[in-house]
């Protein structure tokens, strides 16, 4: 995955060539912050639910709970996103 700055680099760059895929990357890339932003506001409104539904012997479950979340933020991270 290209983080923010050479996202911007290759779009430039694919502008300036006159690349017929540089609005379809843009799209992509706008559908992807779009689906980023929806699995975070999915984590914020269940996580608690979650927490108190799920047993708290089950640490696979937890884990997996939190694995989600931290691809969250690398990826968030990863497109520089600040929210």
């Known amino acids: 995955m290209l983080n923010n700055s050479e996202f911007l680099n ?3 760059r694919l502008w300036r060539e006159g690349n017929p895929l540089t609005d379809e990357l843009c799209s ?4 992807l912050l779009f689906l980023l ?4 506001k999915v984590m914020e409104k269940y996580s608690p639910a979650i927490s108190k539904l799920a047993d708290a012997d089950d ?3 937890f884990r997996e709970w939190d694995n989600f979340g931290d691809t969250l933020d690398n990826v968030s991270y990863d497109l520089g996103v600040t929210e």
């Not at 992509?28 to 559908?31: A, F, G, V």
């Not at 932003?37 to 975070?40: D, I, N, Q």
Request: proline share 0%.
């Open 37 to 40: 932003s929806e699995a975070k």
């Open 10 to 12: 290759l779009e430039r």
């Open 59 to 61: 640490l696979d479950f």
């Open 28 to 31: 992509t890339r706008d559908e």
